[in-house]
Structure formats: structure tokens, C-alpha cells
């Protein structure tokens, strides 16, 4: 079946330090991969997502690049704000499909 | 104003109470999703409608119903609200498409004493 799995959090920062979480899928064929954010007291928001394999999705200074020989879909970010502290879901929409699979969430907390 | 508008953000009800959250839409969309979402769990997905005449079921439709009203409007009911039901609810909307992107609500707390 489809599903994700990301790395468990919660995930501590100091103030640009570089980031990476990971996200690994299992799904047939070619689906496609998004990062979502929940900022505090939200709902959740698209940050990034990519479409078939190479393809390299950014926004806001973060960056995941679909493997598809990995099966994996990492975030990362070169120097984290504070402002970037949130919850991160990793997803995966398999072709055709209806609907979304989330990961469990990963929570970013970014110390000044 | 929100795009996507959930109401009651917040409720605290008794085990065996009838409860309804609302959400709204001013987006246009025809694809409408429910999600709870549970700490460790993710979002897992309850309803989802993409058009008024056409309601189908997620991987947790059980204990819940939906009713969609309008193109605009998507309701997700608790007949008889149990414990385990206590959880942030999620609206979502969609334009479609494999890659289509989904615009929250703000989410709905739900406490179930």
C-alpha cells in the first residue's frame, strides 16, 4: 500500500543551523510528493512538492528533491529562523488517486 | 477572511452528544475533505466529497457522517460522540488533479469527556 514515514521529532535548531528531515515513501508507480507546514494555531499549508523523479521542489529557502532510486523525499534548509518553527508533513498523492497520505509530522522548534 | 472557514474552532461536549462542525469555502472548489488529526498519527482522512451529489468514504468513516450541502459547504457529524473522538479536525479543499494542492481550515478542537 501507500504510505510515509518521516523522521520522529520534535527536532531543536539553534538559529541557522542546517536542517534536514527525513521522509521515505513506499508507494507503485509515480506519485507525487509534497511538504506541508502547520504553523502554531493553524491550519496546514503546500510548501514545496515535486511531480516525477529529479524533480526538485522549493519555497522559502527550503528544498526536497524526489529519489526515486532511495524512495525518499527529504527536507532541508540551509540556516533556519525561528520563524520556521512548526510542525513539517511529508505527503504523497499516488497517481489518480483521491487522496493524500500524510506522515506523522515532524516538530521543528528554532532556539535564537 | 479565510478561504477555508471551520466552525466551531473549539467545543467541549459529553460522551453520547450529537455534534456538527461546519466548514465553508470561498475558493470555488469542488473537492472537499474532513481529516482528524491525532498526535504521532498524522492526518488520516474521513470523508471527501467532489461534488454535492458525490460522498465517499476515508480510511476512518466510522462513527462519522457528512452532508454536503452546497458546493460551498461541508458538514462532518458525531451521531453519538465517543472519548476516542477527541481530536483536531481538518477541512480541506482541492481544484483536483494528481498534483492539486489541498487549502486547510484552521481546524476544529474537539473534546469528547
Known amino acids: 500500500g501507500n504510505s510515509v514515514t518521516q523522521m520522529e521529532g520534535p527536532v531543536t535548531l539553534s538559529e541557522e543551523a542546517f536542517l534536514t528531515i527525513n521522509c521515505t515513501y513506499t508507494?507503485?508507480?509515480?506519485?507525487?510528493l509534497f511538504w506541508y507546514v502547520q504553523y502554531p494555531g493553524e491550519g496546514l499549508q503546500l510548501l514545496l512538492k515535486?511531480?516525477?523523479?529529479?524533480d526538485k521542489g522549493s519555497n522559502k529557502g527550503f528544498e526536497a528533491t524526489y529519489r526515486k532510486e532511495t524512495t525518499s523525499f527529504h527536507l532541508e534548509k540551509g540556516s533556519v529562523q525561528v520563524s520556521d518553527s512548526a510542525v513539517y508533513f511529508c505527503?504523497?498523492?499516488?497517481?489518480?488517486?483521491?487522496?493524500?497520505?500524510f506522515g506523522t509530522g515532524t516538530r521543528l522548534t528554532v532556539i535564537p | 477572511d479565510a478561504d477555508v472557514t471551520q466552525t466551531p474552532r473549539n467545543r467541549i461536549t459529553k460522551t453520547g452528544k450529537r455534534i456538527m462542525l461546519e466548514c465553508s469555502q470561498t475558493?470555488?472548489?469542488?473537492?472537499m475533505y474532513w481529516y482528524r488529526q491525532d498526535p504521532g498519527l498524522g492526518l488520516r482522512l474521513i470523508y471527501y466529497?467532489?461534488?454535492?451529489?458525490?460522498?465517499n468514504k476515508g480510511e476512518i468513516s466510522d462513527g462519522y457522517s457528512v452532508s454536503r450541502q452546497a458546493q460551498a459547504k461541508f458538514s462532518l457529524s458525531l451521531e453519538s460522540a465517543i472519548p476516542n473522538q477527541t481530536a483536531l479536525y481538518f477541512c480541506?479543499?482541492?481544484?483536483?488533479?494528481?498534483?492539486?494542492?489541498?487549502?486547510f481550515g484552521e481546524g476544529s478542537r474537539l473534546t469528547v469527556l
Open positions: 480541506a479543499t482541492s481544484s483536483g488533479g494528481s498534483t492539486g494542492e489541498l487549502f
Open positions: 508507494a507503485t508507480g509515480y506519485p507525487s
Open positions: 515535486a511531480t516525477k523523479a529529479d
Open positions: 505527503a504523497l498523492r499516488k497517481a489518480g488517486a483521491n487522496n493524500l497520505f
Open positions: 475558493k470555488g472548489h469542488d473537492r
Open positions: 466529497s467532489f461534488d454535492v451529489k458525490d460522498i
